[in-house]
């Protein structure tokens, strides 16, 4: 026996989905406040364009995102993070560290998603395998072991063709600089390909018409 085309039908409830994306939203929503917060620098902003976090402090709604493949990270993030949880790391860890900018205290948050002795874990999701590792991503990795005082970052990376990892060794950063670029939104776009790949791109009056592919 086999199924019939009048056995399946698209759902009308979409009961599964429905809890999924209203999950999203309520992490999203939990977030409103913090993302609209100028004292507030989160790690992946010092190594972004930095309209994009005036942008968003503008137009937080905007920075929601229900889509397939940032949907598959997530998923990825989880698995890999529950494997490494069993091995001993610890998970998920958050940490906030303040930054005196000419009199003004800033907080930069961020949180690493495994910590193992002396190491720690960064996972990274991409359609595609070209140009890895990429440059945002090891100086991400480089400012998680400088605030956390630890000497490895691992970075792994999982895409449809590729699932490869790199170690990257602690080195000093120009802190004061990247918050600079940052809080004075000096640096748009900060890569030639973040563009294309920017929520803000109809927003945006830098936006950058024909950028490169990653
Ligand atoms: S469109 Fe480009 S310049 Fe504008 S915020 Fe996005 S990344 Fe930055």
Redesign the pocket.
Known sequence: MFASPEDIQVSTSNRILKVLYLNKLKEHEERLLELQDEKIIYVSDLVS?S??RV?RRHYPEVYFQFEPVPFLGTLAHIGLEKTLEEQGLKIEEEFQVPFDLEGTIYTIKGRVDARGENFIVEIKTSRSDQGIPRLHHVLQLQLYCMFLEVEEGILIYVTPSRVAEYSVKRTDIDLRTLVEETVMDLR??RWEW??KY?P??KL?G???KKPKNR
């Open positions: 364009c309209h994009k942008l748009h776009p973040e563009c920017c803000f791109l945006c830098y936006a950058v």
